[in-house]
T-cell receptor, first 111, second 113 residues
Framework: KNQVEQSPQSLIILEGKNCTLQCNYTVSPFSNLRWYKQDTGRGPVSLTI?????NTKSNGRYTATLDADTKQSSLHITASQLSDSASYIC??????????FGAGTTVTVRA | SAVISQKPSRDICQRGTSLTIQCQVDSQVTMMFWYRQQPGQSLTLIAT?????????ESGFVIDKFPISRPNLTFSTLTVSNMSPEDSSIYLCSVRLAGGELFFGEGSRLTVL
């Protein structure tokens, strides 16, 4: 069973609307949690990285939250744009050398 | 940051043949990683490419099927040997810089007929 579960698997939103993606994990011990954006046909690009002591981090219109007690994270996209259409991948690290990847949430933004 | 170039970006291959994917980084890195990303699934680590020594393979991946070279600190290759349709996937090269940040190449999309 994957140690990182993402939901929803996919979602469609209208341009300008907000959305929130979820990531639940069972990875232990915990080192950090990262969110990546992967455009179709491209490699993943880092959006945020959070350690145990951080509970929110923003990168432009992307805001990630982390609740290390409940082992949950979310990625909130504000005022979505067509360019936000991509797969968003949650990655949880036990250490620098052991990473667990979620299957990703595919976001489609429509005009 | 790191700029990672992968070649080929995509290829269509016949069953039973082999394909070598190249990964070039614009700076010297100690560790390079090869991942497989099958449709709709998580990235799966194939192996860690170590300069000057043999690659370290994850469970389920073997050197005979996925031989890796790491001739220097900026370059690595992954070969997918004796391919079958089940090998159709995106193969990604990745590096970790000193600060811990992980960077990925653009990926190589392989289709095996």
């Amino acid at each position: 069973k994957n140690q990182v579960e993402q939901s929803p698997q996919s979602l469609i939103i209208l341009e300008g609307k907000n959305c929130t993606l979820q990531c639940n994990y069972t990875v232990s011990p915990f080192s950090n949690l990262r969110w990546y954006k992967q455009d179709t046909g491209r490699g993943p690009v880092s959006l945020t990285i959070m350690t145990f002591s951080e509970n929110t981090k923003s990168n432009g219109r992307y805001t990630a939250t982390l609740d290390a007690d409940t082992k949950q994270s979310s990625l909130h996209i504000t005022a979505s744009q067509l360019s936000d259409s991509a797969s968003y991948i949650c990655v949880v690290s036990e250490s620098d050398y052991k990473l667990s990847f979620g299957a990703g949430t595919t976001v489609t933004v429509r005009a | 940051s790191a700029v990672i170039s992968q070649k080929p970006s995509r290829d269509i291959c016949q069953r039973g043949t082999s394909l070598t994917i190249q990964c070039q980084v614009d700076s010297q890195v100690t560790m390079m990683f090869w991942y497989r990303q099958q449709p709709g699934q998580s990235l799966t680590l194939i192996a860690t490419a170590n300069q000057g020594s043999e690659a370290t393979y994850e469970s389920g991946f073997v050197i005979d099927k996925f031989p890796i070279s790491r001739p220097n600190l900026t370059f690595s290759t992954l070969t997918v040997s004796n391919m079958s349709p089940e090998d159709s996937s995106i193969y990604l090269c990745s590096v970790r810089l000193a600060g811990g940040e992980l960077f990925f190449g653009e990926g190589s999309r392989l289709t095996v007929l």
